[in-house]
């Protein structure tokens, strides 16, 4: 059972602009909502990650914004960079009772960023 | 860096083998949970194991076996090995599995082939 699910699978943005990736997932269980960046060859690596407890999340260049009531959250890229360029992982998780750290992925969103 | 390592880079198995999979984790991370991402596909989680007892199982059958070493280290061993079993394994290591400590650090992975 696919229980979170991404969009778009790829994205191509001119350099300067914004990179939005979105994710919607269906247990309401989920109470931990990650953004992974991964590179070719690479591990995924923790960009920017996000409670249900509050709506926004921002860090640098980066933001989550989550919608509770419709399942769905999403990430921005403000003045997306040519480094910037790699696959996005939206992801969800329970951390009560002692389950912390078994991510559930969506299928990914390879961005690309042109100079 | 994450500080999470694993061995081998590479490996090229044929069907009906078995192989051994290597994770170090960053000193003091008493968790490790185990990811299959295929290739163009998000990671799919297959355990989960703290404090050297499996913690939570995804969707894998029983010929994925893992164990954990109290010098943080773990291994992934996969018997019986299928053509579907090609894809990068990844580890990740966190301090525990409750909510302020269940941040997830990935190594590079191992990407497997079989034949």
């Known amino acids: 059972q696919q229980q979170v699910k991404q969009s778009p699978q790829s994205l191509i943005v001119q350099k300067g602009g914004i990179s939005i990736i979105n994710c919607a997932y269906e247990?309401?269980?989920?109470?931990?909502f990650p953004w992974y960046q991964q590179f070719p060859g690479k591990g995924p690596a923790l960009l920017i990650a996000?409670?249900?407890?509050?709506s926004e999340k921002k860090e640098g260049r980066f933001t989550i914004s989550f919608n509770k009531s419709a399942k769905q959250f999403s990430l921005h890229i403000m003045d997306s960079q040519p480094g910037d360029s790699a696959t996005y992982f939206c992801?969800?998780?329970?951390?009560?009772?002692?389950?912390?750290?078994?991510?559930?992925f969506g299928q990914g969103t390879e961005l690309s960023v042109k100079p | 860096e994450t500080g999470v390592t694993q061995s081998p880079t590479h490996l090229i198995k044929t069907r009906g083998q078995q192989v051994t999979l290597r994770c170090s984790s960053q000193?003091?991370?008493?968790?490790v949970s185990w990811y299959q991402q295929a290739l163009g596909q998000g990671p799919q989680f297959i355990f989960q194991?703290?404090?050297?007892?499996?913690?939570g199982r995804g969707n894998f059958p029983p010929r994925f076996s893992g164990l954990q070493f109290p010098n943080y280290s773990s291994e992934l061993n996969v018997n019986a090995l299928e053509l579907d079993d090609s894809a990068l394994y990844l580890c990740?290591?966190?301090?525990?599995?409750?909510?302020?400590?269940?941040?997830?650090?990935f190594g590079p992975g191992t990407r497997l082939t079989v034949l």
């Open positions: 990740a290591s966190s301090l525990g599995v409750d909510r302020s400590t269940d941040t997830q650090y």
């Open positions: 247990n309401t269980a989920f109470d931990y």
């Open positions: 996000i409670r249900p407890d509050v």
């Open positions: 992801a969800a998780s329970i951390t009560w009772h002692n389950q912390g750290g078994k991510l559930i």
């Open positions: 000193s003091g991370h008493n968790t």
């Open positions: 194991y703290y404090r050297e007892e499996e913690n």
